[in-house]
């Protein structure tokens, strides 16, 4: 378990890509975000931007991306998100665009409220083949500090 003061700041992780299938994006965003230029390729057709992944769908694979990456090293002790913040979406994704996640801790606090535990802030910056930034946002989590018992 990975406490509170055992996580590092500004030490950036970068994840394996995720390769966005058409008929995958199509298929998500039909059940999630049914918009034309998420669910129809015909559609989009007639839209500046053609056929486009739904924010929903980027987000989701950033998410998964990301856990798998936290799951090769010991888990943090994380009790609960405590909101995201400062989600922007500044170049769209497209069929067949691979995506990875850079990630880093950007900022830590002692909680004001629990005492046993801090804040953490997580950024994360997604990016397709081209390292166009596609997906920014931030997370602030609540983290279990090193329990008393667990320093002697």
């Not at 081209?130 to 609540?142: E, F, M």
Request: glycine share 4%; net charge negative; hydrophobic share 40%.
């Amino acid at each position: 378990m990975r406490y509170f003061e055992d996580l590092p700041l500004n030490e950036v992780q970068v994840t394996e890509s995720y390769t966005m299938q058409k008929q995958e994006m199509i298929d998500l965003a039909t059940q999630w975000d049914p918009q034309p230029f998420h669910t129809s390729e015909e559609e989009a057709a007639n839209w500046p931007l053609g056929l486009t992944a739904s924010s929903v769908h980027t987000i989701a694979v950033s998410v998964k991306l990301a856990q798998a990456m936290s799951a090769t090293k010991k888990q943090a002790a994380v009790i609960a998100g405590l909101g995201w913040d400062n989600v922007r979406m500044p170049h769209p994704v497209r069929p067949n665009d691979e995506i990875y996640v850079k990630a880093w801790m950007s900022e830590k606090r002692d909680s004001s409220s629990r005492p046993d535990c801090g804040i953490v802030t997580s950024r994360f910056e997604v990016y397709n083949q081209d390292k166009v930034l596609v997906l920014s946002y931030g997370i602030a989590s609540l983290v279990m500090k090193r329990p008393v018992s667990a320093v002697l």
